[in-house]
């Protein structure tokens, strides 16, 4: 150990370079992504937190660079947990399509960037002549696609565009029936105070 001026004790990282690692959102988190079961809800609500952890994390994909170098280890330990936001059957899927080079598949964002163009003051337009598309087996219309990718929840009734332009697909410029009746009700409190 190193020791300060102020005669403390600095830990043995000090005098090593910089790891990826020491910026790693996941830092100290180390339970919620190595759950104890691997089945079961609480294996499901730990590998939903902690891909959470991950969609904010700086070093996303420095962790799933090793996690996928690493894929091919003999021991269950080296494959366990989320990592690199991907949970291990991801991973595995991943590293299999990988070995057999198969493309990844198209996300839901990569269907809207296909089919989307941004226009002035925020409005997004839809730019083929389908109105719809099919992913996982799933039809979604150009409003439900924008839906899911900003809100990741279901709409609630009819997707209507708030912003005046017809065909509007920024998810900014939607509103489902939860916030319609949302904002009925503030508007209704706001006159009545």
């Known amino acids: 150990m ?10 043995e990282t000090a005098d090593r370079a910089p790891n990826w690692r020491d910026t790693a959102a996941c830092l100290g988190q180390a339970a919620l992504f190595l759950p104890r079961r691997d089945t079961g809800p609480e294996y499901v609500a730990s590998m ?7 969609e904010h994390c700086p070093v996303q994909q420095a962790c ?3 996690a996928m170098a690493t894929e091919r280890a003999d021991t269950e330990n080296a494959r366990a947990g989320v990592r690199g936001g991907l949970t291990p059957q991801e991973r595995a899927a991943r ?9 990844e598949p198209p996300t839901l964002l990569d269907q809207y960037l296909r089919r989307t163009e941004p226009l002035h003051d925020g409005h997004v337009r839809w730019t083929v002549a389908t109105k719809s598309v099919a992913f996982q087996d799933r039809q979604y219309t ?3 696609l924008a839906w899911a990718l900003g809100t990741r929840r279901e709409p609630e009734g009819a997707l209507r565009t708030t912003c005046g332009m017809a065909g509007c697909v920024a998810v900014e410029h939607l509103s489902d029936e939860a916030m319609r009746n949302s904002a009925r009700r503030y508007r209704r409190w706001k006159a009545a105070a």
């Open 142 to 144: 150009a409003a439900q």
């Open 95 to 103: 590293y299999s399509r990988q070995r057999r080079r198969v493309p």
């Open 48 to 54: 939903v937190a902690a891909k959470k952890v991950c």
């Open 2 to 11: 190193t020791t300060t001026r102020y005669g403390r004790r600095a830990p």
């Open 64 to 66: 799933l660079d090793e």
